[in-house]
T-cell receptor, first 113, second 114 residues
Framework: EAQVTQNPRYLITVTGKKLTVTCSQNMNHEYMSWYRQDPGLGLRQIYYSMNVEVTDKGDVPEGYKVSRKEKRNFPLILESPSPNQTSLYFC????????????FGEGSRLTVL | GENVEQHPSTLSVQEGDSAVIKCTYSDSASNYFPWYKQELGKRPQLIIDIRSNVGEKKDQRIAVTLNKTAKHFSLHITETQPEDSAVYFCAAPWEGYNNNDMRFGAGTRLTVKP
């Protein structure tokens, strides 16, 4: 089954404790992206990747890191989480960036205390 | 900056009425315009998209129209039903820092009252 898988789905952590949210897709998509969703603010892009070893900042990259060492995986790293990073995070992928359907993961709800 | 504007932010209609949501974009080179639906507690999913070589596309009760001259595209839902209640997002390409990329509108919360 074609899918985008995120883990963990739910996480409560404390300020400063490094964490990684994994994202994996099995559709051989070139493009992958991370979004955060906060009430009233829609989907804001954090980072995106056009292909392996190619990553770029989105609208709200501060406090986050990503890597794209393999085509299928695009982990989101919070080196030192802060309470303002409490949010719902979505990973998504598509065949290419501009011309195809985005497939979203189920979301990861992160709470930073 | 904001280059995909979506209106209205909330929309409430009576069951059976029509709903229209509009998005404007700024990148004149854009040629792909999708609409996503996000039901409560779920992930966004594509419901319809349009490419710049056509002006309208229909799929049962939903349609999307595109006006490239005015740089806007709209989602039309006819004969609305309670299950159409959701948040709808448009997206459009924009010229990112190093590469072209897609950006989402802020979303429209549609409520269909029975």
């Amino acid at each position: 089954e074609a899918q985008v898988t995120q883990n963990p789905r739910y996480l409560i952590t404390v300020t400063g404790k490094k964490l990684t949210v994994t994202c994996s897709q099995n559709m051989n998509h070139e493009y992958m992206s991370w979004y955060r969703q906060d009430p009233g603010l829609g989907l804001r892009q954090i980072y995106y990747s056009m292909n392996v070893e190619v990553t770029d900042k989105g609208d709200v990259p501060e406090g986050y890191k990503v890597s794209r060492k393999e085509k299928r995986n695009f982990p989101l790293i919070l080196e030192s989480p802060s309470p303002n990073q409490t949010s719902l995070y979505f990973c998504a992928s598509s065949l290419t960036a501009l011309t195809g359907e985005l497939f979203f993961g189920e979301g990861s709800r992160l709470t930073v205390l | 900056g904001e280059n995909v504007e979506q209106h209205p932010s909330t929309l409430s209609v009576q069951e059976g009425d029509s709903a229209v949501i509009k998005c404007t974009y700024s990148d004149s080179a854009s040629n792909y315009f999708p609409w996503y639906k996000q039901e409560l507690g779920k992930r966004p999913q594509l419901i319809i998209d349009i490419r710049s070589n056509v002006g309208e596309k229909k799929d049962q009760r939903i349609a999307v129209t595109l006006n490239k001259t005015a740089k806007h595209f709209s989602l039309h839902i006819t004969e609305t039903q309670p299950e159409d209640s959701a948040v709808y997002f448009c997206a459009a390409p924009w010229e990112g820092y190093n590469n072209n990329d897609m950006r989402f509108g802020a979303g429209t919360r549609l409520t269909v009252k029975p």
